[in-house]
């Protein structure tokens, strides 16, 4: 049975009204607010100066995807970013001194640019750096944390 060329256009027209609701009744990705993005900032602050690799894990979705180096894999889920933390920052770093200097947020993602000062335990050397960070969060936890850093040696340990 075919349609009736007079029935086209009011099933057109039903078919855009419904998309058209769909589209403005969907469930909406809740924004990202400043206030969540310092406090999950505070965690990661606090986790880095004091060398607490579950504390960082609190922060993170159980998928969370982490780009230390954006041109290299990602550590995905917990498991890995707590293997990366414990080396890097556990067994690697001493001394850390975190500051926060910017943030910005829009929808859900946020930005936050950082300076770090901390002694490199492997390379024996005092560095500082500078970085920029782009987190995606859902419901207050990272599930995207993509890294962009340059760092420079000040002292020899």
């Not at 256009?9 to 607010?33: D, E, H, K, N, Y």
């Not at 901390?118 to 207050?140: P, S, Y």
Request: glycine share 4%; aromatic share 12%.
């Amino acid at each position: 049975m075919s349609i009736l060329p007079w029935a086209a256009p009011p099933i057109a027209l039903a078919i855009a009204v419904a998309l058209t609701g769909w589209w403005f009744w969907r469930p909406a990705q809740s924004q990202l607010s400043k206030a969540t993005l310092m406090a999950v900032l505070d965690v990661y602050k606090t986790a880095w100066e004091q060398q607490d690799s579950e504390l960082i894990l609190t922060i993170f979705a159980k998928d969370a995807v982490y780009h230390e180096r954006v041109l290299q894999e990602p550590m995905r889920g917990h498991e890995e970013i707590a293997a990366y933390w414990q080396e890097k920052v556990v067994q690697g770093q001493g001394r850390i001194s975190f500051t926060l200097l910017n943030t910005y947020v829009e929808g859900t993602t946020g930005v936050a640019e950082w300076e770090v000062y901390f002694d490199d335990r492997v390379q024996r050397k005092r560095k500082h750096m500078r970085e920029i960070a782009i987190l995606e969060l859902v419901e207050g936890k990272i599930t995207s944390l993509r890294e962009y850093w340059a760092s420079k040696v000040i002292a020899e340990l």
